[in-house]
């Protein structure tokens, strides 16, 4: 095995570079085809579904919260630093959890409100609550290659559309 010490990390910002380009890229094409017309406000009524799902959103958020904290501090305390692998996944299960929904919720919230507020209420309350099944699945595909994807890489899709068609509704104004 190769002694750690010795060796150094590569860079990873040309390939993140490289990935989230093409992902933009196919996202923007897809958003070209799909939205008509410049940045409107939608009426209050319209945000009938984005609300909503953004409020189930939010308690998906806390669940996976509360699940993190209780599970490590309330219901197995004693074995939050065991050695054995079945409790390191459950607790890299209950961190990566938590710790990917935070990563991922402003960069949502952000795209959601603007898309929903700007571009198509409708359209961003249904992928609202698209993207809230794809991450509530999210525990239960941890750990699972290539499983996972199937969790994250359509949620990294529905960002990148709002927020291209945000960009590109924008360009229309």
Same mark, same amino acid.
């Given at each position: 095995? #190769?002694? $750690?010490?010795?060796?150094?990390?590569?860079?990873?910002?040309?390939? &993140? %570079? +490289?990935?989230?380009? =093409? /992902?933009?890229?196919?996202?923007?094409?897809?958003?070209?085809?799909?939205?008509?017309?410049?940045?409107?406000?939608?009426?209050?009524?319209?945000?009938?579904?984005?609300?909503?799902?953004? #409020?189930? $959103?939010?308690?998906?958020?806390?669940?996976?919260?509360?699940?993190? &904290? %209780? +599970?490590?501090?309330? =219901? /197995?305390?004693?074995?939050?630093?065991?050695?054995?692998?079945?409790?390191?996944?459950?607790?890299?299960?209950?961190?990566?959890?938590?710790?990917?929904?935070?990563?991922?919720?402003?960069?949502?919230?952000?795209?959601?409100?603007?898309?929903?507020?700007?571009?198509?209420?409708? %359209? +961003?309350?249904?992928?609202?609550?698209?993207?809230?099944?794809?991450?509530?699945?999210?525990?239960?595909?941890?750990?699972?290659?290539?499983?996972?994807?199937?969790?994250?890489?359509?949620?990294?899709?529905?960002?990148?559309?709002?927020?291209?068609?945000?960009?590109?509704?924008?360009?229309?104004?």
């Amino acid at each position: 095995m #190769a002694d $750690y010490n010795s060796m150094t990390p590569k860079s990873s910002l040309l390939p &993140g %570079l +490289g990935l989230a380009t =093409v /992902n933009y890229g196919i996202m923007g094409v897809a958003a070209l085809f799909t939205n008509t017309g410049g940045l409107k406000y939608a009426d209050a009524a319209d945000l009938k579904l984005p609300v909503i799902g953004l #409020a189930v $959103y939010i308690y998906v958020l806390h669940v996976f919260c509360f699940r993190q &904290g %209780l +599970g490590r501090n309330i =219901v /197995n305390p004693k074995l939050v630093n065991s050695d054995d692998p079945v409790c390191r996944e459950h607790f890299a299960s209950l961190d990566r959890t938590w710790l990917n929904s935070l990563e991922q919720a402003p960069l949502f919230l952000t795209a959601a409100i603007l898309y929903s507020g700007l571009v198509n209420a409708q %359209l +961003g309350g249904i992928l609202t609550f698209v993207y809230v099944a794809f991450t509530a699945m999210y525990p239960a595909v941890f750990g699972k290659m290539p499983l996972i994807v199937i969790s994250t890489f359509p949620r990294y899709f529905i960002i990148q559309y709002m927020v291209a068609s945000v960009v590109l509704a924008g360009l229309r104004t």
